[in-house]
């Protein structure tokens, strides 16, 4: 594993991020459990897509749909047939490996030279039993992703909401995959989540139309990365798949690629997808799912662009972008609104009751807002430093003097900066610093 990468990982297990799963047994592998402030990390992620794409929006409305759905509808998305990977096995190691990612006939694990059986297409989809009876007739697929159910619930949308195209609809939610090598921590998981949207429009009537639908979903996830998740744009670049890779129905799909620090890779991805997957859940159903023009009466089955967010990518980005040293120490300059803990609350020194009990005061008002950490153990250069390990962008200290002018000071986590301000101005301080932008100078 890269060095960067390890740091973050150990980082992560020691600070309460991120554990390895089922560790007391020996573990899982590639499994990863989210500790209390990974929980935190991700949660921020998660509701800040909601904020922009769902909250903030008129046009777009969310949806929470099962996970175990009706198996017919894997096989009208193409699932059951198409979701597969092509795996070779290494005879001597018995390595199992994606064709597609091997460079050439040399195991990677092993090293043995033309040692792989002949390449087998393997589906991705976890199975299991509906009922206790394990028959082929009850077998039913954990999700691989979350888009089907929107197109699934479609109908029910436009029945019971007044939407109008162009609208969209959002999930997010677990998704698994039995990945042939998972690897990279969070990278690439069995288990893992997303954030995806289905954007329906009228059919266009010639390519310019969806172009332009499409270049203004490129600039949303742009806008995305760069304002929401506080990322460096320098490390972000587009991706157009080829033709030859391209699923048939697809007219154009981008991938958003990351500098991690294994290489460029697969962030998020974008597709225009047609009209392809309301089709064919028409046609499977045997269910009307046109959209109906209130204007013109005509119906017809829109159009759909596809952006699709990873969850676990995201915090691992975050993380990777956001981990310093500075003097051997590490910092998280992790965007302020995204910290885990916002604010740290420290009494000067833990045996002067006056300073305690006001630190306690204030932690018990601000932690109605935030969450809060209240500090009091050691010297304050030990507790900031614990607090910029796990990415804390305020840390307020109670001293003697607050007992006398009734105000704290504000310790900044990128600047090191430190402001006497008001206790009773501390959350609009706060609130405003949270709306802006991680200072990475
Ligand atoms: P890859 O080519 O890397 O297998 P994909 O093109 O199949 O990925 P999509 O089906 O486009 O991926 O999935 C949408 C998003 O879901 C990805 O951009 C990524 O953020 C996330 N994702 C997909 N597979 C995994 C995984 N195994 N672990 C973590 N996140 C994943």
């Not at 991700?42 to 909601?50: D, H, L, Q, S, V």
């Not at 969070?186 to 332009?212: C, G, S």
């Not at 391209?246 to 991805?269: C, N, Q, V």
């Amino acid at each position: 594993m890269n060095d960067l990468m390890e740091k973050v990982v150990a980082l992560c297990k020691r600070r309460g991020f991120i554990y390895p799963g089922s560790e007391i047994y020996g573990g899982l592998s590639n499994s990863w459990d989210f500790g209390p402030l990974g929980v935190e990390l991700k949660n921020n992620i998660k509701e800040a897509w909601w904020k922009r794409f769902v909250q903030n929006r008129e046009d777009i409305v969310g949806l929470d749909a099962a996970l175990i759905m009706n198996p017919k509808v894997w096989e009208a998305s193409g699932h059951v047939a198409n979701f597969t990977d092509p795996l070779k096995e290494c005879k001597k190691c018995h390595g199992r490996f994606r064709a597609d990612h091997l460079k050439d006939e040399t195991c990677p694990s092993c090293g043995a030279k033309d040692s792989f059986t002949e390449e087998k297409v393997f589906n991705l989809m976890f199975k299991t039993f509906i009922g206790p009876a394990e028959e082929s007739a009850n077998v039913a697929y954990f999700r691989p992703e979350t888009a089907q159910a929107i197109f699934v619930d479609f109908k029910n949308i436009l029945d019971t909401m007044r939407v109008r195209v162009p609208f969209g609809i959002a999930q997010v939610g677990k998704a698994f995959r039995n990945e042939i090598t998972p690897g990279n921590f969070l990278f690439r998981v069995r288990e893992f989540e997303q954030m995806e949207i289905e954007y329906f429009f009228t059919p266009p009537k010639a390519d310019n139309d969806w172009a332009k639908e499409f270049d203004k979903w490129v600039s949303e996830v742009h806008s995305w990365i760069k304002d929401d998740l506080g990322l460096d744009p320098k490390k972000v670049s587009e991706y157009e798949v080829p033709d030859s890779d391209r699923a048939h129905y697809s007219k154009k799909t981008i991938d958003f690629m990351f500098d991690f620090p294994f290489g460029k890779e697969e962030l998020y991805g974008l597709a225009y997808r047609g009209d392809f997957d309301l089709k064919s859940h028409q046609e499977s159903s045997g269910q009307n799912l046109k959209y109906r023009d209130p204007k013109t009466g005509e119906e017809f089955l829109p159009h759909v662009i596809e952006p699709s967010f990873g969850v676990d990518r995201s915090v691992l980005e975050v993380l990777l972008d956001s981990y310093f040293e500075e003097d051997g120490k590490i910092k998280l300059r992790i965007k302020p609104s995204l910290a885990p803990i916002k604010v740290a609350v420290f009494p000067l020194l833990s045996n002067k009751p006056d300073l305690v009990n006001l630190a306690r005061k204030i932690y018990l008002d601000l932690r109605k807002i935030y969450m809060v950490v209240l500090d009091e153990r050691g010297n304050i250069g030990g507790r900031y430093a614990a607090q910029d390990e796990i990415g804390t962008p305020f840390c307020v200290t109670v001293d003697f003097q607050s007992l006398e002018d009734v105000m704290v000071t504000v310790r900044d986590r990128d600047t090191g900066r430190q402001e006497r301000v008001k206790i009773d101005e501390l959350k609009n301080f706060i609130q405003e610093k949270l709306n802006g932008n991680r200072n990475r100078t």
